[in-house]
Each structure stands twice: as C-alpha cells, then as structure tokens.
C-alpha cells in the first residue's frame, strides 16, 4: 500500500472514532456493581441495597429483575418491581431474597420499559446488571 493509501486509511479510521466519540450514549446506572447481602429483620431473608440513576431523558420507567447463571428468573421482593423514575433522578431501593434462593442467584437487572407512544428516538431499551457475590 503507497503513502497516500495510508493517508486515507487513517482519515477515514479518525472519521470514525469521531462519530462514535459524538454520539450520545445514554443508558441508566444501577449500583452496587457487586451487590452484598446482609440478614434481614425477618428469619431467612437476606437483604441489600441497591441504587437507579435514570439517565435517559427519553425512559420514564425501569423493571427490576434477579435471575440466575441460565438468566431464568428468581423470586425476590421489592417496593416496587417498575419503577417510575424522572430524567436524572435517583431512586434508593430494598432487594429482598430467601437464603435458599440467594445461593441460585446470579444477577440483579434493571431494563428500561419503553411506551410505544413516548419513544422519541431509536426506541432502544438498556438493561444494566449488578453481579452478586
């Protein structure tokens, strides 16, 4: 390849990375990233707390999700199992699980709900997963 081959080859690399340094990643954040369980108040339930920042102007409500190493679902309780949540707001929440369940579960998933009207842009739903120790 001759010098003015390489000479494109980099512009169009660096037009590239551009573009995908301007896009506008949006998606929400959920932590602990590595969630710890502690006793509840109530005999063989564990207990953690978790945090949701909506971070997507165009997403209004997130479902909360626990499932195991196969990603099949594992009952827990919450306050709430969607929540509603305003654009750059912080929601606290209490996770819930029986100790038998706990040593099955694998990940904590929040995924934003879209609706059908609302969706301004791609319409792309985000899930984020906290991984439990």
């Known amino acids: 390849m001759n010098n003015s081959g390489v000479t494109i080859l980099i512009c169009v690399a660096f037009f590239i990375a551009g573009l995908v340094l301007t896009v506008d990643a949006k998606a929400h954040e959920m932590t602990p990233t590595y969630p710890k369980f502690e006793s509840s108040f109530i005999s063989g339930i564990q207990k953690t707390k978790m945090r949701l920042f909506n971070r997507r102007s165009d997403v209004s409500y997130y479902e909360i999700g626990v499932f195991d190493s196969e990603w099949e679902p594992v009952p827990f309780v919450t306050t709430y199992k969607i929540m509603k949540m305003d ?43 906290s991984k439990i120790k």
């Open 87 to 129: 654009y750059l707001e912080t929601v606290s929440f209490d996770l819930y699980i029986n100790t038998k369940d706990l040593s099955n579960s694998t990940y904590i998933c929040s995924k934003s709900k879209l609706i059908k009207s609302d969706v301004i842009s791609t319409g792309i739903a985000s899930r984020i997963c």
